[in-house]
Each structure stands twice: as structure tokens, then as C-alpha cells.
T-cell receptor, first 117, second 114 residues
Framework: AQSVTQLGSHVSVSEGALVLLRCNYS??????LFWYVQYPNQGLQLLLK??????LVKGINGFEAEFKKSETSFHLTKPSAHMSDAAEYFC???????????????FGKGTHLIIQP | GAGVSQSPSNKVTEKGKDVELRCDPI?????LYWYRQSLGQGLEFLIY????????KSGLPSDRFSAERTGGSVSTLTIQRTQQEDSAVYLC????????????FGPGTRLTVL
């Protein structure tokens, strides 16, 4: 079984400061990893994903994440926060294979990012 | 092109009634997923369709929930004898081939059971 832990249900940063949202996973095999963003009253939008290859992944809106197998982590960062980054962020995993009822994404509980002016 | 669409956007129903939620995936996407987003449980995977293949229903929360996909395209999630704990936002997503491809989410249907 897979699980995802997002540390901090709420994270507050100042505009222009570094954004760091933490995600750790538990899986019997290295999973595929995703970060999604949900703006108020909108659907989920993919920020970035890791499947194989380079462990540092760049996504949209200046976000990036690094897969660290030894730490079972996939933290999301952005060098300089913007007011428009205020949203709910979800880390998710999927197994690199199909079957066993595990074909959907397993999501973390989400982190609400607050940007202070 | 058009994204994933869901209808209705909001549904208010009385306890014990049946409801049907509809999802139109992105054209050409063979994989379709249903999720539920609620305050208490976060985002939960419900069911996954790959083309016309029979889905694995083990993620559905109870036997009151069922889903079908006609012609490998449109999907309907049906909840029978709704309960208050069914109140949530039901999200549909589709991907080009399988679950490891990027999933594109619809805006969701907000279900309120009174």
C-alpha cells in the first residue's frame, strides 16, 4: 500500500520568499510522483511530475521538485513566492505498474499556501 | 481543446435519493478516473476505467456506489440511497493512455445531501 504525507496543512511565506512544501511517501517500489495545485473553486492542475530519469523536475509557474529516493521525499520549491501562488497544493503518487486496485493516484492531505504581502 | 467536463456542477439532494453524476473525458483519452474530495477524507480514489475494460471496483466506498462507462467515453457515477456522509466534491479525470500519464481533472460536482 502507498501513502503520502505532507508536512504542514498550512504554510505561510512572504511575497518574494522561498516556498518549500514537503512531501514524503511510503511505497514498496519507487512510485511515480506528482504535484497538483488547486486554486479556489477550481479543479486540480498538474504542476509537475516525476516518472524516471532526472530527479530534479521543473514544472509550471517556476516550481520545481526533487525526487530523493534515500529520503523517500519529493519536496516542492519555488525561489520567489508570488501572490498568485496562494492555493492548495497536493502531492500524489502512483505505482509504476497497474493492477491490484492501485490504479489511481494516492494523494496527500494537501498544504494550503498563504502568501503574505 | 476542450478539457474534462462534469455535470451537474452542483447537486443538492435529500437523504435516501439516488443521484447520477456525469463525466465527459478529453477526446481521445482512454483512461478515466473518479475521485472524491471531502473535508474529512481529503482526496480519495474511487474507480478507474481503461477503455471498455471492466473496472476494479474495490475503491468504491460502499455497494451504494456504482459507475459505468459507455462506449469508452462518457462515464456516470451513481450513488443510490444517498447518505449525508456522501456529501463531497466528486472529481473526474482522464489521461491519454493509463494511470502513469498525466491526469487532467474536471471542475467537479459538489454534492450536498440534506
Amino acid at each position: 500500500a502507498q501513502s503520502v504525507t505532507q508536512l504542514g496543512s498550512h504554510v505561510s511565506v512572504s511575497e518574494g520568499a522561498l516556498v518549500l512544501l514537503r512531501c514524503n511517501y511510503s511505497s514498496s517500489v519507487p512510485p511515480y510522483l506528482f504535484w497538483y495545485v488547486q486554486y479556489p473553486n477550481q479543479g486540480l492542475q498538474l504542476l509537475l511530475k516525476y516518472t524516471t530519469g532526472a530527479t530534479l523536475v521543473k514544472g509550471i509557474n517556476g516550481f520545481e521538485a526533487e525526487f530523493k529516493k534515500s529520503e523517500t521525499s519529493f519536496h516542492l520549491t519555488k525561489p520567489s513566492a508570488h501572490m498568485s501562488d496562494a492555493a492548495e497544493y497536493f502531492c500524489a503518487v502512483s505505482p509504476p505498474y497497474s493492477g491490484g486496485g492501485a490504479d489511481g493516484l494516492t494523494f496527500g492531505k494537501g498544504t494550503h499556501l498563504i502568501i503574505q504581502p | 481543446g476542450a478539457g474534462v467536463s462534469q455535470s451537474p456542477s452542483n447537486k443538492v439532494t435529500e437523504k435516501g435519493k439516488d443521484v447520477e453524476l456525469r463525466c465527459d473525458p478529453i477526446s481521445g483519452h482512454t483512461a478515466l478516473y473518479w475521485y472524491r474530495q471531502s473535508l474529512g477524507q481529503g482526496l480519495e480514489f474511487l474507480i478507474y476505467f481503461q477503455g471498455n475494460s471492466a473496472p476494479d471496483k474495490s475503491g468504491l466506498p460502499s455497494d451504494r456506489f456504482s459507475a459505468e462507462r459507455t462506449g469508452g467515453s462518457v462515464s456516470t457515477l451513481t450513488i443510490q440511497r444517498t447518505q449525508q456522509e456522501d456529501s463531497a466534491v466528486y472529481l473526474c479525470a482522464s489521461s491519454r493512455r493509463g494511470f502513469t500519464d498525466t491526469q487532467y481533472f474536471g471542475p467537479g460536482t459538489r454534492l450536498t445531501v440534506l
